[in-house]
């Protein structure tokens, strides 16, 4: 496996990478520069980040996939689990070949990155988070009934949207069981002890404006964690708060989004020589 931070002069390649009982559907643009490997909203496609990767050109090697019943291509799987999503980095940087990766993730993708770079400091050159890993208690039984109401409607017309990709081939309940669990991994409790393990430069992007589903200022009460993230652990920092909203951010704030890659990436330099 490569272990340089930048990669091997490789061909660009898009195929399907097995993992467990499904398979993902990847894309990698090959090169020798820094290899990044992007992390999808959770219902997201890998074609979410396209703004970033025109933003950050040729000279970086992209690693794109489509989890579990997401996107086009990828396959169902029995298992929808948030530990199932961070082992399929692995499986993905596996078949790529790739052992030292920058990481980024947006929303979903956030919370990922993150835990992925808590457990693996020695390959993580850093970590850009997009809108997401933000620690606070935002989920109780009332939120757990809005948010399984909420993905009961929805379903009503995802169906039609599923041979588009832009819907997940998953049922109401799966979907509404990961966002719980979502809300249970973002608690302060669960949270915060995982960005406490980031050893590596990590940088944050937020947004101003609010989410699909969020009321009020909920949001922006969510995005107040941060400060005491900053605080407690000097690799993180704020890179950037942009107008844009959460559903916006990587279309509208591209250019800022690559900016904190960058940044990471000079970061990790420096402290290489």
Known sequence: MATNTTSPTVPAWTGMVPVDDTALAVTDTGGPGIPVVYLNGQFATQGY???????????????????????RKS??????????????????????????????????????????TGRNPDRALGAVLVEGAQPHDWLDQAMEQRIRRTFRRLNLFMPLLRPTGLTPRM?????????IELGRLARRRELGPVLDTITVPTRYVVASGTSLGSKGDEQERIRASLDGVVAGNPNIEISAKVASNHDTILKKDAPTVAEA?????AHHDRAER
Do not use: P
Not at 106 to 112: C, P, R, T
């Open 171 to 179: 049922t109401a309940a799966q979907m509404a069981d990961c966002n």
């Open 49 to 71: 980040w396209r703004h970033v990767i025109a933003e950050l050109g040729t000279g970086w090697r992209h690693i794109t996939y489509d989890e579990r019943a997401r996107g």
């Open 75 to 116: 396959k169902r799987s029995a298992d929808y689990s948030f530990e199932a999503v961070v082992r399929d980095v692995d499986a993905v940087l596996a078949a790529r070949e790739v052992d030292r990766v920058l990481v980024v993730g947006w929303s979903y993708g956030a919370f990922v990155a993150a835990h992925w």
């Open 261 to 265: 890659v960058r940044q990471v990436a």
